[in-house]
């Protein structure tokens, strides 16, 4: 395993480490807001403390695996420093995925504790059958919330709820962390113990496990508090507003970087709904917005964003998907500041940022961190490209872990060795400006960007072949200014296949993956184009589903006399 030179000088920077730190400094500064109910520092660590004693209680220890699948909400945060400070490892998931998805992955991370809402508790509860699941801990959005609000709330039918059934593997949050003893901090190897296993989309078909330790998390949080905010960040002052899922890594990565490991007060939104987003930043002036090309399209489009003052915005940034220029004007207009771009993926953690201060080209990721190193190389060959050449994005840091877990055939697809040093490729094409910003071309065709998720189209694939009737299937994505890429199927069926339409089809998917993999519409072919030995030529297909978006949008022109 690679060690960064300055492994030992970090040795205490640990995932959470500069929370706490906060926390004896701030104490009685607000680090969350979570429907209008402030969480201090203090009270933050404490709860999230009483949290990890609970889990001890319950048989949790140094190394065991909890799965979090609940929304943004104060309990997230909660149980993700809890669970961290236990020496465990924590597995961030949707909220949105489906018993299928979430089976597969309790059984691939080795999963015995689950952290979710009474709203999906009926998925949980499939699993305890077909895995190795020995608890659940169940709570609900409004769980942390006064007596009063939680009333009526319930009393407006506001709050969601779901059937909870009464078994002794079932514990609630609330109760949890009443009582809980504050347990002995666990001893933990930034470098050679895991900090969580996060899921992406996997090549054959599978979501692939992403093993990541302390260091690899602390190296670009503090690269990003250090050197990309630096002395624009007003330490124990300033408001960053969370609305991307914190289990997604871009958006825990900036909560940590800019709210909890700076004494900074962060307004967390359990949903992205425009008005409220709108009303927070007017309300607590908030300077640091992070978001997709979705969300700022969505506040741009809103007809009542005039009614709203959000001119204390600041430092404004985009992740996800590459931002088209006609909103970064529009917002550079509406708010007189720049958007900058953030880009990273689940393997290696953040990568680049833009440059405060200087406005991004256009197509920019911007600029890599000072823990990550990146290689422009041709896919072929993997030899270097010339300056200002286009090709596949590689990127290694000696402070991650360089695999997936449990899948030696796709660590050996992704990770490549080049003169004794183990980089990740992107599957992102990209170019290089002489001062060193990365300029986005393309991606692979296997990646699908919808709604800045990172779909896979094998998975998807995968999904659909396991219908009865489906003998081959090819998933690619169709550009969409509007959510980025929109998933299209092209189907082969059975010869004997009657009545089995795209609407069947969908709901099949519906059943297996999370709402955002769906399919968006399904056609039918009699065949599929594959090279000699078989293998689906997607690129072709995607090529040409962009080609007839492109001619039906050329304006007929009118022939002359």
Same mark, same amino acid.
């Given at each position: 395993?690679?060690?960064?030179?300055?492994?030992?000088?970090?040795?205490?920077?640990?995932?959470?480490?500069?929370?706490?730190?906060?926390?004896? #400094?701030?104490?009685?500064?607000?680090?969350?807001?979570?429907?209008?109910?402030?969480?201090?520092?203090?009270?933050?660590?404490?709860?999230?403390?009483?949290?990890?004693?609970?889990?001890?209680?319950?048989?949790?220890?140094?190394?065991?695996?909890?799965?979090?699948?609940?929304?943004? $909400?104060?309990?997230?945060?909660?149980?993700?420093?809890?669970?961290?400070?236990?020496?465990?490892?924590?597995?961030?998931?949707?909220?949105?995925?489906?018993?299928?998805?979430?089976?597969?992955?309790?059984?691939?991370?080795?999963?015995?504790?689950?952290? $979710?809402?009474?709203?999906?508790?009926?998925?949980?509860?499939?699993?305890?059958?077909? !895995?190795?699941?020995?608890?659940?801990?169940?709570?609900?959005?409004?769980?942390l919330l006064p007596a009063w609000k939680r009333?009526?709330?319930?009393?407006?039918?506001?709050?969601?709820?779901?059937?909870?059934?009464?078994?002794?593997?079932?514990?609630?949050?609330?109760?949890?962390?009443?009582?809980?003893?504050?347990?002995?901090?666990?001893?933990?190897?930034?470098?050679?113990?895991?900090?969580?296993?996060?899921?992406?989309?996997?090549? !054959?078909?599978?979501? #692939?496990?992403?093993?990541?330790?302390?260091?690899?998390?602390?190296?670009?949080?503090?690269?990003v508090t250090e050197d990309v905010a630096g002395?624009?960040?007003?330490?124990?002052?300033?408001?960053?507003?969370?609305?991307?899922?914190?289990?997604?890594?871009?958006?825990?990565?900036?909560?940590?970087?800019?709210?909890?490991?700076?004494?900074?007060?962060?307004?967390?939104?359990?949903?992205?709904?425009?008005?409220?987003?709108?009303?927070?930043?007017?309300?607590?002036?908030?300077?640091?917005?992070?978001?997709?090309?979705?969300?700022?399209?969505?506040?741009?489009?809103?007809?009542?964003?005039?009614?709203?003052?959000?001119?204390?915005?600041?430092?404004?940034?985009?992740?996800?998907?590459?931002?088209?220029?006609?909103?970064?004007?529009?917002?550079?207009?509406?708010?007189?500041?720049?958007?900058?771009?953030?880009?990273?993926?689940?393997?290696?953690?953040?990568? !680049?940022?833009?440059?405060?201060?200087?406005?991004?080209?256009?197509?920019?990721?911007?600029?890599?961190?000072?823990?990550?190193?990146?290689?422009?190389?041709?896919?072929?060959?993997?030899?270097?490209?010339?300056?200002?050449?286009?090709?596949?994005?590689?990127?290694?840091?000696?402070?991650?872990?360089?695999?997936?877990?449990?899948?030696?055939?796709?660590?050996? #697809?992704?990770?490549?060795?080049?003169?004794?040093? !183990?980089? $990740?490729?992107?599957?992102?094409?990209?170019?290089?400006?002489?001062?060193?910003?990365?300029?986005?071309?393309?991606?692979?065709?296997?990646?699908?960007?919808?709604?800045?998720?990172?779909?896979?189209?094998?998975?998807?694939?995968?999904?659909?072949?396991?219908?009865?009737?489906?003998?081959?299937? $090819?998933?690619?994505?169709?550009?969409?200014?509007?959510?980025?890429?929109?998933?299209?199927?092209?189907?082969?069926?059975?010869?004997?296949?009657?009545?089995?339409?795209?609407?069947?089809?969908?709901?099949?998917?519906?059943?297996?993956?999370?709402?955002?993999?769906?399919?968006?519409?399904?056609?039918?072919?009699?065949?599929?184009?594959?090279?000699?030995?078989g293998k689906l030529l997607r690129r072709e297909?995607?090529?040409?589903?962009?080609?007839?978006?492109?001619?039906?949008?050329?304006?007929?022109?009118?022939?002359?006399?």
């Amino acid at each position: 395993m690679e060690m960064h030179a300055t492994a030992a000088t970090l040795e205490q920077e640990l995932t959470f480490s500069r929370f706490d730190q906060m926390s004896q #400094k701030y104490p009685n500064q607000s680090a969350l807001v979570y429907l209008g109910e402030h969480f201090s520092f203090r009270h933050l660590k404490d709860l999230s403390e009483r949290f990890a004693g609970a889990l001890s209680a319950l048989g949790v220890a140094k190394g065991h695996r909890v799965m979090i699948y609940i929304p943004n $909400c104060a309990q997230w945060v909660i149980a993700f420093l809890g669970v961290q400070k236990l020496g465990a490892v924590v597995v961030p998931v949707a909220p949105i995925y489906t018993s299928h998805e979430i089976i597969y992955m309790i059984n691939d991370a080795r999963v015995e504790t689950v952290i $979710c809402m009474d709203t999906n508790f009926c998925y949980v509860k499939e699993a305890f059958a077909e !895995t190795d699941l020995k608890r659940v801990i169940v709570t609900n959005v409004v769980d942390l919330l006064p007596a009063w609000k939680r009333w009526l709330g319930h009393l407006f039918d506001k709050i969601p709820t779901g059937k909870v059934d009464n078994d002794p593997r079932m514990h609630r949050f609330s109760r949890l962390i009443k009582h809980a003893p504050i347990p002995k901090a666990a001893a933990i190897d930034p470098v050679a113990d895991l900090s969580y296993i996060l899921y992406t989309g996997g090549t !054959t078909g599978f979501p #692939k496990g992403v093993p990541g330790n302390h260091m690899g998390m602390t190296s670009y949080v503090n690269d990003v508090t250090e050197d990309v905010a630096g002395e624009y960040l007003n330490e124990g002052q300033d408001t960053y507003i969370a609305i991307n899922p914190l289990f997604h890594i871009m958006a825990l990565g900036l909560f940590m970087a800019v709210g909890l490991n700076r004494g900074n007060t962060t307004l967390l939104m359990p949903f992205p709904q425009v008005d409220a987003i709108l009303e927070t930043i007017q309300r607590f002036k908030v300077r640091w917005l992070l978001g997709v090309p979705a969300l700022y399209r969505m506040i741009l489009e809103n007809d009542r964003q005039d009614r709203y003052d959000i001119s204390s915005l600041t430092y404004c940034y985009c992740g996800g998907d590459v931002l088209p220029e006609e909103v970064k004007e529009r917002w550079h207009k509406r708010c007189g500041t720049p958007i900058y771009q953030v880009y990273g993926s689940t393997e290696v953690g953040h990568v !680049t940022y833009s440059r405060i201060g200087v406005e991004p080209s256009p197509r920019a990721i911007g600029f890599p961190l000072k823990s990550r190193q990146c290689l422009i190389v041709d896919p072929a060959t993997l030899e270097p490209v010339e300056q200002g050449k286009t090709g596949e994005l590689l990127v290694t840091s000696a402070d991650t872990l360089k695999s997936y877990y449990n899948k030696p055939g796709e660590t050996e #697809k992704t990770f490549v060795e080049i003169d004794g040093t !183990t980089w $990740c490729r992107m599957g992102d094409f990209v170019s290089a400006l002489p001062t060193g910003e990365l300029i986005y071309m393309e991606r692979s065709a296997d990646i699908i960007k919808h709604k800045a998720f990172r779909v896979s189209a094998s998975e998807v694939e995968a999904a659909l072949q396991d219908h009865p009737t489906v003998i081959g299937a $090819c998933v690619v994505g169709v550009p969409d200014p509007k959510v980025g890429e929109r998933i299209k199927a092209i189907v082969v069926l059975k010869e004997d296949a009657r009545g089995v339409g795209g609407t069947e089809l969908i709901r099949w998917c519906r059943d297996r993956l999370a709402a955002y993999k769906v399919p968006s519409y399904i056609e039918f072919r009699d065949m599929l184009p594959k090279s000699k030995v078989g293998k689906l030529l997607r690129r072709e297909v995607r090529d040409d589903e962009i080609r007839r978006i492109t001619k039906d949008k050329t304006p007929t022109q009118s022939k002359g006399k």
